[in-house]
């Protein structure tokens, strides 16, 4: 594994695998029953150039459960980007200060820019319509232990990826990531102009996955394992395509009635949050709170081992964690959500 984690074209299946077993032993550190400072001094450097909730407090979240200490920035506004600096200059000085780097920005390369000035460990939190690779992985993560709760095997499994396909950098990365397993039966459905670029649906083919493309979700997918749907990225669009866009219809919304009647009831329905719940959007619908195949809040928890394993593995120090467990010594809710099921 790279020093850096900027695309998951740097990983292979080993790679991947090892990230998969140090995230299931951080599950106790993530689920607040034991505690570790194994990266006691170090801090983090927090630089999103992008909207961000969930991605950066999850970053945040995770180098403190290991001790680490985190500098945030967001936005331009409050960087010296907004004064001319470089991403090369901006990369030196903070290497300078932090002992790992996570960056989102709004144009895709420019992580990987910022990345070729420094040997600090980067990572990459999303650049625009290009990669998300943490994400990608705590998508797998989350895939593969829903599958054994469900005493299911990745291997053979119909995968459903839905929404905005051109755009939604969370599903360019997963799609890659599942293509180093076995054989897969992956189906992609998206509105008109927002199918899934073609190189990378050449890649997961030339790996032996069988692919198919709909134009909508009104079909039987009573095979279905799992459902993967994503927002409509408006903000990247061009002026063109604003114009053009009516929206999403409910031929491809999932909601209750789809899981009910089209898919079957070991479905797991996933989504990169946030999703638009306002009326119309059309989004993941919110009628399948409480649902217990609904995973994206068991997925946003997901993303704290995952990210951890990450940091532990680039720094180094995934070999120690055991050697420096304690248990916590304040209190900590059974249950995290109201809803969770």
């Known amino acids: 594994m790279s020093h850096h984690l900027l695309t998951v074209d740097s990983l292979n299946r080993e790679n991947v695998d090892h990230l998969l077993r140090v995230a299931a032993r951080m599950e106790p550190i993530a689920q607040r029953r034991q505690v570790t400072r194994v990266l006691e001094g170090a801090v983090l450097g927090n630089l999103f150039f992008e909207a961000s909730t969930r991605t950066r407090v999850s970053f945040n979240a995770a180098f403190c459960r290991l001790g680490g200490s985190v500098c945030d920035t967001t936005g331009f506004t409050f960087s010296s ?31 990987a820019e910022f990345a070729a000035a420094t040997h600090v460990p980067v990572i990459n939190g999303g650049d625009g319509p290009g990669e998300h690779p943490s994400q990608a992985l705590l998508d797998l993560y989350t895939i593969d232990k829903e599958f054994q709760r469900l005493g299911k095997s990745l291997t053979g499994a119909h995968i459903l990826l839905t929404g905005d396909l051109k755009y939604g950098r969370t599903v360019h990365s997963l799609i890659k990531l599942l293509s180093l397993y076995d054989p897969l039966r992956i189906t992609l459905v998206s509105p008109p102009g927002l199918e899934m670029p073609s190189k990378l649906i050449d890649l997961v083919a030339s790996r032996g996955h069988r692919i198919e493309q709909r134009d909508s979700l009104a079909s ?122």
């Open 220 to 341: 039987d997918f009573a095979d279905l394992d799992v459902v993967y749907t994503t927002r409509i990225q408006k903000e990247r669009f061009t002026d063109e395509m604003n114009e053009s866009f009516q929206g999403l219809s409910d031929d491809f919304m999932v909601n209750r009635d789809f899981l009910d009647h089209r898919c079957s009831q070991s479905t797991i329905v996933m989504h990169p949050l946030p999703r638009d719940s306002r009326p119309g959007a059309n989004d993941l619908n919110v009628d399948l709170n409480g649902d217990p195949r609904l995973a994206i809040f068991r997925q946003t928890d997901n993303g704290i081992p995952m990210r951890m394993a990450i940091f532990a593995t680039l720094l180094n120090v995934d070999e120690l964690i055991e050697k420096e467990l304690r248990p916590v010594r304040w209190y900590v809710p059974t249950q995290t959500g109201t809803l969770d099921r």
């Open 81 to 111: 980007m907004a004064k001319g600096e470089s991403l090369y200059d901006t990369s030196r000085v903070m290497s300078g200060y932090c002992d790992a780097i996570v960056m989102r920005h709004p144009d895709q390369g420019s992580v």
